[in-house]
């Protein structure tokens, strides 16, 4: 996934491929120009300010951020991007 600011820097972040129906990615808009890749056991921060991405722990994650769409298999299995007025948020399994 690559992310583009208007100050003109960007930043990428790789998703990963299913690895056991586990693969999707959600993304979110959160507050400060920063957008969040969440998969079922991991979470991405791409800070679109400083174009730059971290790995994250989820309990540091804002809660008050908008569903923006997700990167999920289709259904042919073929891994694509659904926006958020396409398909509505899923959640994940708790484990």
Not at 43 to 50: F, G, K, T, V, W
């Amino acid at each position: 996934m690559h992310v583009n600011s208007m100050s003109g820097c960007s930043s990428s972040t790789e998703l990963f491929p299913d690895t056991g129906y586990a693969g999707r990615r959600n993304i979110y808009q959160a507050a400060k120009g920063r957008v969040y890749v969440i998969g079922q056991y991991d979470a991405r921060i791409i800070d679109s300010q400083n174009c730059h991405t971290s790995l994250s722990e989820f309990r540091y994650l804002d809660r008050d951020v908008i569903f923006v769409g997700s990167f999920d298999q289709d259904e042919a299995k073929h891994w694509r991007y659904f926006p958020a007025a396409q398909r509505p948020e899923l959640p994940f399994e708790k484990r």
